[in-house]
T-cell receptor, first 115, second 112 residues
Framework: GAVVSQHPSRVICKSGTSVKIECRSL??????MFWYRQFPKQSLMLMAT?????????EQGVEKDKFLINHASLTLSTLTVTSAHPEDSSFYIC???????????FGSGTQLSVL | QKEVEQDPGPLSVPEGAIVSLNCTYS??????FMWYRQYSRKGPELLMY????GNKEDGRFTAQVDKSSKYISLFIRDSQPSDSATYLC????????????FGTGTRLKVLA
């Protein structure tokens, strides 16, 4: 299957700092990438849909100024959590849809802990 | 009513058992169906992908889609302790928005 690389896998930061998470499709082009948040023992919560070369589409209740998404190329999307606070602590996962197809592949996730 | 319903479990089975995992859905426009396996603190891994109705087999895994009943299943034969994970169903209508709807996931534990 296609490989999606997500970095970092774990980050611990102080309250008020910004954290950037990268999501790369290694062996395919992804016109669409998705960002999710997952709380312990719960399912995936879609945060936003990231389209290459255009603005991301955010789900209701997700602050676009808080969670900045940039999809600068067909293989890279980034999520920046700005001015992180303890309530932003969570597991963040990206996924990428293979261009021209329907299969969705996931990154390995990033555990964010804000102190 | 949720678009996709999935029993959260947990489901505990002995090693070697046949496991049946299921999802029901309400949107008849769904055409693409996927099953993912997720280990704790890892990203979901695509196990099975099916378009429209029918069966698909891959090793110990069989995916079934019954669009008339709006019901999909994943069967795991000869289950192993390494199959212990959360299994998520997902589906898409491919209407142009490419929105994927996920089930809540079923936690499976295979006992040695």
């Amino acid at each position: 299957g296609a490989v999606v690389s997500q970095h970092p896998s774990r980050v611990i930061c102080k309250s008020g700092t910004s954290v950037k998470i990268e999501c790369r499709s290694l062996d395919f082009q992804a016109t669409t990438m998705f960002w999710y948040r997952q709380f312990p023992k719960q399912s995936l919560m879609l945060m936003a849909t990231s389209n290459e070369g255009s603005k991301a589409t955010y789900e209701q209740g997700v602050e676009k100024d808080k969670f900045l998404i940039n999809h600068a190329s067909l293989t890279l999307s980034t999520l920046t959590v700005t001015s992180a606070h303890p309530e932003d602590s969570s597991f963040y996962i990206c996924s990428a849809r293979v261009q021209g197809g329907e299969k969705l592949f996931f990154g390995s996730g990033t555990q964010l802990s804000v102190l | 009513q949720k678009e996709v319903e999935q029993d959260p479990g947990p489901l505990s089975v002995p090693e070697g058992a046949i496991v049946s995992l299921n999802c029901t859905y309400s949107n008849s426009a769904f055409q693409y169906f996927m099953w993912y396996r997720q280990y704790s603190r890892k990203g979901p891994e695509l196990l099975m992908y099916t378009y429209s109705s029918g069966n698909k087999e891959d090793g110990r895994f069989t995916a079934q889609v019954d669009k008339s009943s709006k019901y999909i299943s994943l069967f795991i034969r000869d289950s192993q302790p390494s199959d212990s994970a959360t299994y998520l169903c997902a589906m898409s209508a491919a209407s142009g928005t490419y929105k994927y709807i996920f089930g809540t996931g079923t936690r499976l534990k295979v006992l040695a």
